[in-house]
Each structure stands twice: as structure tokens, then as C-alpha cells.
């Protein structure tokens, strides 16, 4: 399948000419310093997020004047009821009442530039423009599964699953967004423990706020998620984790910052400017010593409405699985920045997460996976606005090379097809 998305080649220009005006500053400046972008086209947008503490990098960045320090001080950050909601009020755009963009799925991006997941398959063209967090997603299951053992390994509630199906009943596991992050995780989890995610259990859309009450009442038997959700249903003794995501594939990407093509195209120097003031967040929240206070910000009723309590431990890598498991590691806590290599958009982690949704049935087999990529993932911005901020770029570029799973499974972005002929389970012929 051919890819066909707008022409970049107005953009492409405008990206141009702010890459001049960046070399130009730089060199203008002492010591080759720069702390803005050219001035942005416009002073604000709309930037929409999920109760998620991956959306911390915004919340942080309008609570600490970030927006305003670089030349956009009327950006708005509005809380979404649901991922599908998200998407709806994209569409729209803030012209419209809806959004420009903000903290989504990093699968998103693709679902909705080719349209798969949008109203009458229409495409909504869109930039990934920054990865916003690592890892410390959760994979939860109801207590009543605990004397399975099941953790790492789906394998034991194999049996369990089977034996509801027999007897006529349905085995409701959670996700908040069709072919999104937690999705592909449950999905994989799930296959990589001999479960098919298409025949053994009955996938259900829940938004993540809502996980831990539909838990509560008997709604699911598992659910993937963020944080806080996971922790939060610990501290209730509802359920227990099972695993976090980055024990499935360490140091994974989650969330990203993503615009609407248009908005993006119209405003590049806008668009660096918003860029900056993100990743001066994403710094300020992956430094240890701001965790505190950060749990404390976005816990608060206009954020998440959340208890620290519930924030705290795993944005620190201190985790109370439930079953009786704690776990205090620092690797395993959530990630904003490690030097730039989180925020980074590597093309190659754009290229797993199109082969997955391929895998499952979500894209078609024969999409051009590289067209779609060049298409939405803007690196080449996220390099300028590195620039603005006197960070060096040494070392990024289109791949991360190739990442291992926890079941020792492998992808080379050269050859993602060597990938998907080694999984067993996979929806697609």
C-alpha cells in the first residue's frame, strides 16, 4: 500500500529558513550561545492530555512558565476525557473547539495519518514531534489471579482464560486506544505467554481513569495502562501488577508530543518554540531531586486529581507490585530525558510500532512503513530546537539499532520482516 499525504514542500521551506536563522544566532552569539527561536508566528495553541503522569512534561512546562519563556504565552493545556476523545477534538483542530495537538499514543500518529482509526477513514495528517517518556507503563490483573503467579509470564493464566471461555463466559481484558501503546503491549505480553490476544480474550477500550473502578466492580480480568492507575489500584488493594512495560522491552518509547500537520506547517517557528519549552520540562522532570515536587503538581485537582500517594513511588522506580513484590530500581521508573535520548524521535521506534500494528491487523501488510515514517516523524525539528537550547546533537539519527524483548525476541529496522515471520501469534495471514 502506497502512502500519499499532503506536500511538505511548503514546510520544508519555512523549516529551511529557520534553520538559517538558527546557524545565523548562533553564530552571532558568544561562545556560539542561543536561548530562542526566530519569533513564532503565534502565541499560544491547544494542547491536549490524558490523566497520565507521561503528560507531566506539559503540565510542568505551563505551571513553570516554560510556554511563555519561549515566546508562547497563551498555550492552553486541557485535560481529554479518553483517548477516543483525543482523537475527536484533533480532527476538529482548536479552531474548530478542538485541539492542535498535544500528548498522545506515539501510534496514533500513524493511525490517524493513515486514517484507520479516524471518521470514515478520513486522514488526519500529523507530526510526531517529540518522544515525551520511557517505560513504567503497567500490565495489571485482578486479585482473584494472584495465587497464579502470574508476573513476566502470561503462561499461567492460560489455563484460567480457557477454562471461562469453556464455559461459555467472556475473558474482558483492557486498553485505552485500538491499536495504541497499551494495546500493543497487553497484546504482546499475552502472545509472548501462548494467549492470542484475538481468540483467548475479549480486548475492551477503557479510558485510563476509569480502569481501576471498572476493576473494582468485575469489569476486566487485566488491564494495561499508565500510571498512576496501576499504583493506585495497588494502594486499594484491588489488584496487583504483573509486570511493568519496561520489563517487556526496556527503555521503550510511550507517549509523544504530536501536532496536526497543519497547525505545525502554518507555524515552524511556533512549533520550536513549543518544542523548547517541552523539553526544558522533560529535564526538569527527569532530575531527581524535582520527583516530589512534580508528583505533587500534577496530583493536583485541575491535573489528575490524584493522591501523591499514587504518583510517587513508580515516577521514582519504587514499586509495590501487590503480590507481595517490592521492587525499589531506578531503571525501572519512568524516563523524560537520559541525556536527549528519550526525547528523541528515532525513526526506528516509529518503524516497530507500524510492523506491530500490522501484526495485529491494524495497518495493512503492504503499507510503504518508511513513507509513513518520513512522513510524520519530524527528527529534523527536534535537532533545531536542540539547537536553541545549546544541546549537542552528536549522535542522533534515523535508528536506535536493534532492540530486544524480554521473551528474546529481536527487531532490526532494516528487516522488520525477519520480525514478524518470528512471532507465532499474529492476526495477520
Same mark, same amino acid.
Given at each position: 500500500?502506497?502512502?500519499?499525504?499532503?506536500?511538505?514542500?511548503?514546510?520544508? /521551506?519555512?523549516?529551511?529558513?529557520?534553520?538559517?536563522?538558527?546557524?545565523?544566532?548562533?553564530?552571532?552569539?558568544?561562545?556560539?550561545?542561543?536561548?530562542?527561536?526566530?519569533?513564532?508566528?503565534?502565541?499560544?495553541?491547544?494542547? @491536549?492530555?490524558?490523566? $497520565?503522569? +507521561?503528560?507531566?512534561?506539559?503540565?510542568?512546562?505551563?505551571?513553570?512558565?516554560?510556554?511563555?519563556?519561549? !515566546?508562547?504565552?497563551?498555550?492552553?493545556?486541557?485535560?481529554?476525557?479518553? &483517548? !477516543?476523545?483525543?482523537?475527536?477534538?484533533?480532527?476538529?483542530?482548536?479552531?474548530?473547539?478542538?485541539?492542535?495537538?498535544?500528548?498522545?499514543?506515539?501510534?496514533?500518529?500513524?493511525?490517524?495519518?493513515?486514517?484507520?482509526? #479516524?471518521?470514515?477513514?478520513?486522514?488526519?495528517? #500529523?507530526?510526531?514531534?517529540?518522544?515525551?517518556?520511557?517505560?513504567?507503563? *503497567?500490565?495489571?490483573?485482578?486479585?482473584?489471579?494472584?495465587?497464579?503467579?502470574?508476573?513476566?509470564?502470561?503462561?499461567?493464566?492460560?489455563?484460567?482464560?480457557?477454562?471461562?471461555?469453556?464455559?461459555?463466559?467472556?475473558?474482558?481484558?483492557?486498553?485505552?486506544?485500538? %491499536?495504541?501503546?497499551?494495546? $500493543?503491549?497487553?497484546?504482546?505480553?499475552?502472545?509472548? *505467554? %501462548?494467549? +492470542?490476544?484475538?481468540?483467548?480474550?475479549?480486548?475492551?477500550?477503557?479510558?485510563?481513569?476509569?480502569?481501576?473502578?471498572?476493576? /473494582?466492580? @468485575?469489569?476486566?480480568?487485566?488491564?494495561?495502562?499508565?500510571?498512576?492507575?496501576?499504583?493506585?489500584?495497588?494502594?486499594?488493594?484491588? *489488584?496487583?501488577?504483573?509486570?511493568?512495560?519496561?520489563?517487556?522491552?526496556?527503555?521503550?518509547?510511550?507517549?509523544?508530543? !504530536? #501536532?496536526?500537520?497543519?497547525?505545525?506547517?502554518?507555524?515552524?517557528?511556533?512549533t520550536v518554540a513549543l518544542m523548547m519549552a517541552v523539553m526544558e520540562a522533560q529535564i526538569w522532570c527527569d532530575d531527581a531531586a524535582n520527583k516530589d515536587e512534580m508528583a505533587?503538581?500534577?496530583?493536583?485537582?485541575?491535573?489528575?486529581?490524584?493522591?501523591?500517594?499514587?504518583?510517587?513511588?513508580?515516577? /521514582?522506580?519504587?514499586?509495590?507490585?501487590?503480590?507481595?513484590?517490592?521492587?525499589?530500581?531506578?531503571?525501572?521508573?519512568?524516563?523524560?530525558?537520559? @541525556? !536527549?535520548?528519550?526525547?528523541?524521535? &528515532?525513526?526506528?521506534?516509529?518503524?516497530?510500532?507500524?510492523?506491530?500494528?500490522?501484526? &495485529?491487523?491494524?495497518?495493512?501488510?503492504?503499507?510503504?512503513?518508511?513513507?509513513?515514517? +518520513?512522513?510524520?516523524?519530524?527528527?529534523?525539528?527536534?535537532?533545531?530546537?536542540?539547537?536553541?537550547? %545549546?544541546?549537542?546533537?552528536?549522535?542522533? *539519527?534515523?535508528?536506535?539499532?536493534?532492540?530486544?524483548?524480554?521473551? %528474546?525476541?529481536?527487531?532490526?529496522?532494516?528487516?522488520?520482516?525477519?520480525?514478524?515471520?518470528?512471532?507465532?501469534?499474529?492476526? #495477520?495471514?
Amino acid at each position: 500500500m502506497t502512502l500519499t499525504l499532503p506536500s511538505r514542500r511548503t514546510f520544508l /521551506k519555512s523549516a529551511a529558513n529557520l534553520a538559517a536563522t538558527v546557524a545565523a544566532a548562533k553564530l552571532a552569539l558568544p561562545g556560539g550561545a542561543w536561548a530562542a527561536t526566530a519569533t513564532p508566528e503565534v502565541t499560544g495553541c491547544k494542547l @491536549g492530555y490524558i490523566a $497520565l503522569t +507521561d503528560s507531566a512534561p506539559l503540565i510542568i512546562a505551563s505551571e513553570k512558565g516554560l510556554f511563555a519563556k519561549h !515566546g508562547m504565552p497563551d498555550v492552553l493545556v486541557e485535560k481529554q476525557a479518553s &483517548w !477516543g476523545a483525543t482523537r475527536d477534538n484533533m480532527a476538529l483542530g482548536a479552531a474548530n473547539g478542538g485541539i492542535d495537538g498535544g500528548h498522545i499514543l506515539r501510534p496514533k500518529v500513524h493511525l490517524y495519518a493513515t486514517g484507520s482509526v #479516524m471518521q470514515n477513514n478520513q486522514p488526519l495528517p #500529523m507530526y510526531t514531534l517529540l518522544n515525551l517518556n520511557e517505560d513504567c507503563q *503497567g500490565l495489571s490483573v485482578a486479585q482473584a489471579h494472584a495465587e497464579t503467579g502470574v508476573g513476566l509470564d502470561s503462561s499461567p493464566l492460560k489455563e484460567v482464560f480457557a477454562a471461562k471461555k469453556a464455559a461459555g463466559a467472556e475473558v474482558p481484558v483492557a486498553m485505552t486506544f485500538p %491499536g495504541g501503546t497499551h494495546d $500493543l503491549w497487553m497484546r504482546y505480553w499475552l502472545a509472548a *505467554g %501462548g494467549i +492470542d490476544p484475538t481468540k483467548d480474550v475479549d480486548l475492551i477500550v477503557v479510558p485510563p481513569p476509569q480502569m481501576v473502578a471498572n476493576m /473494582k466492580v @468485575g469489569n476486566m480480568e487485566a488491564f494495561c495502562v499508565g500510571e498512576p492507575w496501576n499504583e493506585q489500584l495497588v494502594n486499594q488493594g484491588i *489488584g496487583f501488577t504483573a509486570a511493568t512495560t519496561g520489563e517487556l522491552w526496556k527503555l521503550h518509547p510511550e507517549k509523544v508530543l !504530536g #501536532m496536526r500537520a497543519d497547525w505545525v506547517d502554518a507555524n515552524p517557528n511556533a512549533t520550536v518554540a513549543l518544542m523548547m519549552a517541552v523539553m526544558e520540562a522533560q529535564i526538569w522532570c527527569d532530575d531527581a531531586a524535582n520527583k516530589d515536587e512534580m508528583a505533587e503538581i500534577v496530583g493536583r485537582r485541575q491535573w489528575y486529581n490524584v493522591p501523591v500517594a499514587d504518583i510517587i513511588g513508580r515516577i /521514582k522506580g519504587d514499586i509495590n507490585y501487590g503480590n507481595g513484590r517490592m521492587v525499589s530500581d531506578p531503571s525501572l521508573a519512568m524516563k523524560f530525558w537520559r @541525556g !536527549g535520548a528519550t526525547s528523541f524521535p &528515532w525513526k526506528s521506534l516509529d518503524s516497530w510500532f507500524i510492523t506491530e500494528n500490522k501484526r &495485529w491487523g491494524y495497518l495493512p501488510g503492504d503499507l510503504d512503513t518508511k513513507a509513513l515514517v +518520513d512522513a510524520t516523524n519530524r527528527s529534523d525539528l527536534w535537532l533545531l530546537a536542540a539547537a536553541g537550547l %545549546g544541546i549537542d546533537t552528536a549522535g542522533f *539519527g534515523d535508528s536506535r539499532g536493534v532492540e530486544t524483548f524480554f521473551d %528474546g525476541k529481536s527487531f532490526d529496522p532494516a528487516n522488520p520482516d525477519a520480525y514478524l515471520d518470528s512471532l507465532s501469534i499474529k492476526a #495477520m495471514a
